[in-house]
Antibody, heavy 123, light 107 residues
Framework: QPELQESGPGLVKPSDTLSLTCSVSGVSIITTSYSWGWLRQPPGKGLEWIGTISYTGTTYYSPSLTGRVTLSFDASKNHFSLKINSVTATDTAMYFC???????????????WGQGTMLTVSS | DIVLTQSPGTLSLSPGERATLSCRASQSVAGNYLAWYQQQPGQAPRLLIDGASNRATGIPDRFSGSGSGTDFSLTISRLEPEDFAVYYCQQYGRSSHTFGQGTKVEI
């Protein structure tokens, strides 16, 4: 069973770039049909999908964040990363990484999640 | 993007009762790619249902999903104490995902 673990700075200043990493164990991140996503949840609010990167490196982003967000992976370290630039207080949230399976003719939701890492934007 | 609207916002029930949660989509969900998650306070969401009606691995059979097109529901046949939580529906297309705003099931 794969396990995912988020890591990040905990606190970033407004207008800075947010960088988070999700370390994956138990499976290779370049396993065929696997995709890896980032989601977030502001305090007391609902879930928001940020973006997904497939095992081929294809990326998909939420329309509300396109232009500010970049997903990437490092197969040699078996981890994937999230960068959001020009952060504001509205980017304060618990950030989760998660795994899903999808292909040309099938799609599954996020079935394995990390425990989450809290990120606060404040000066 | 597809907008998902969940109702009710809060459901107040007792252990042993039946819970029915609704999720309505602003347009038809392709492939019935509709999932339900349970989230306990301070924890990551847990996948309950995929494909509108398929229970995920290890999920008790008191949880069931139904629906197609734009109207979906999650039913918990007899509430156990550990079922009091927030529930989210999600549509998971190949290139985009959206969540409903959540339904809190409380005692």
């Amino acid at each position: 069973q794969p396990e995912l673990q988020e890591s990040g700075p905990g606190l970033v200043k407004p207008s800075d770039t947010l960088s988070l990493t999700c370390s994956v164990s138990g499976v290779s991140i370049i396993t065929t049909s696997y995709s890896w996503g980032w989601l977030r949840q502001p305090p007391g609010k609902g879930l928001e999908w940020i973006g997904t990167i497939s095992y081929t490196g294809t990326t998909y982003y939420s329309p509300s964040l396109t232009g500010r967000v970049t997903l990437s992976f490092d197969a040699s370290k078996n981890h994937f990363s999230l960068k959001i630039n020009s952060v504001t207080a509205t980017d304060t949230a618990m950030y989760f990484c998660a795994k899903r399976i999808s292909g040309p003719y099938y799609s599954f939701p996020f079935d394995i999640w990390g425990q989450g890492t809290m990120l606060t934007v404040s000066s | 993007d597809i907008v998902l609207t969940q109702s009710p916002g809060t459901l107040s029930l007792s252990p042993g009762e039946r819970a029915t949660l609704s999720c309505r989509a602003s347009q038809s969900v392709a492939g019935n790619y509709l999932a339900w998650y349970q989230q306990q306070p301070g924890q990551a969401p847990r996948l309950l249902i995929d494909g509108a009606s398929n229970r995920a691995t290890g999920i008790p059979d008191r949880f069931s999903g139904s629906g197609s097109g734009t109207d979906f529901s999650l039913t918990i046949s007899r509430l156990e104490p550990e079922d009091f939580a927030v529930y989210y529906c999600q549509q998971y297309g190949r290139s985009s995902h959206t969540f409903g705003q959540g339904t809190k099931v409380e005692i």
